[in-house]
């Protein structure tokens, strides 16, 4: 029984890296959004303290 969990779980591993692999590229380009975002945000919080 516990194996059968485990290969169930290397399973979804394995897709969701294969999945991460496939839109690497456009979750890079949101987490540089993100960043930019996070910056200007950092910024605001600077200015009123």
Known sequence: ???LT???IGVLGTLAV???LEHQEE???EMK??????SKTF?????IF
């Open 1 to 3: 029984m516990k194996q």
């Open 6 to 8: 485990y290969i169930v």
């Open 18 to 20: 294969q999945k991460m």
């Open 27 to 29: 979750l890079a380009k």
């Open 33 to 38: 959004k993100m960043m930019k975002h996070n």
């Open 43 to 47: 910024r605001k919080i600077r200015e």
